[in-house]
């Protein structure tokens, strides 16, 4: 009888033990709800996470892929350096000895001059233009200078004639803006310089161009 009972005593200790072991397996099982949504959200965190480290790496490729700006050592230099000095503009005098040198014929007689004038229609028109010029301003030296004949007086310019092509100018540099014209003979728009154009026989006004020249002379006179 006491081998039974204690038989069944461990019958029944090793049932209540196996009871225990499985009501903790289940207890172990089910997870409070608080557990559950700290689940998920790891879940979430873990899926979102490996999208933002590939963000992360193909915006570092892309970093390494473009070439950094070179910075260009000669642009640094020309800043740092002194600012080159101005090249100083020539004057016309001196342009044109630079270019030219000195005319061969500067303070020559102009008698050559008017013989080689062509055509002839304004080599006669360069001759009468002539008469007037010498009547006008008969104190004035002629001579060629710039390859023209011109009238100088008291050191200074009064007129000058240029043949052309078609037409022959009588021109007046300094006193070209001062001067009467009652005949409204004189063209241009320069600074000073000033000039009657002779086309033909009919533009040899003669009175109206010797007073322009006897104009020009005396104001020659007055600022020379």
């Given at each position: 009888?006491?081998?039974?009972?204690?038989?069944?005593?461990?019958?029944?200790?090793?049932?209540?033990?196996?009871?225990?072991?499985?009501?903790?397996?289940?207890?172990?099982?089910?997870?409070?709800?608080?557990?559950?949504?700290?689940?998920?959200?790891?879940?979430?965190?873990?899926?979102?996470?490996?999208?933002?480290?590939?963000?992360?790496?193909?915006?570092?490729?892309?970093?390494?892929?473009?070439?950094?700006?070179?910075?260009?050592?000669?642009?640094?230099?020309?800043?740092?350096?002194?600012?080159?000095?101005?090249?100083?503009?020539?004057?016309?005098?001196?342009?044109?000895?630079?270019?030219?040198?000195?005319?061969?014929?500067?303070?020559?007689?102009?008698?050559?001059?008017?013989?080689?004038?062509?055509?002839?229609?304004?080599?006669?028109?360069?001759?009468?233009?002539?008469?007037?010029?010498?009547?006008?301003?008969?104190?004035?030296?002629?001579?060629?200078?710039?390859?023209?004949?011109?009238?100088?007086?008291?050191?200074?310019?009064?007129?000058?004639?240029?043949?052309?092509?078609?037409?022959?100018?009588?021109?007046?540099?300094?006193?070209?803006?001062?001067?009467?014209?009652?005949?409204?003979?004189?063209e241009g728009t320069g600074k000073r310089l000033r000039h009657?154009?002779?086309?033909?026989?009919?533009?040899?006004?003669?009175?109206?161009?010797?007073?322009?020249?006897?104009?020009?002379?005396?104001?020659?006179?007055?600022?020379?």
């Open positions: 009888m006491a081998k039974r009972a204690a038989k069944r005593k461990g019958v029944a200790t090793t049932s209540a033990r196996a009871s225990k072991a499985s009501a903790k397996r289940s207890v172990a099982g089910k997870t409070s709800p608080t557990r559950k949504a700290s689940a998920k959200k790891a879940a979430k965190t873990s899926t979102k996470r490996p999208a933002k480290n590939a963000a992360s790496r193909s915006s570092a490729k892309k970093r390494a892929a473009k070439p950094a700006a070179k910075k260009n050592p000669t642009t640094r230099k020309k800043a740092a350096g002194k600012p080159r000095p101005r090249r100083k503009l020539a004057t016309r005098k001196g342009a044109a000895s630079a270019k030219h040198g000195a005319r061969a014929d500067f303070g020559r007689a102009a008698d050559g001059y008017f013989r080689s004038i062509e055509p002839a229609e304004v080599k006669r028109l360069a001759g009468e233009l002539r008469k007037i010029v010498r009547e006008g301003a008969p104190r004035a030296i002629e001579l060629l200078k710039w390859g023209i004949p011109c009238y100088i007086r008291n050191g200074k310019g009064v007129c000058a004639i240029r043949a052309h092509g078609a037409h022959v100018t009588l021109q007046f540099w300094e006193a070209g803006i001062d001067l009467p014209d009652p005949g409204g003979l004189l009657v154009k002779i086309r033909e026989r009919g533009d040899l006004r003669r009175d109206h161009l010797l007073a322009l020249v006897r104009a020009a002379a005396r104001w020659n006179d007055e600022h020379g």
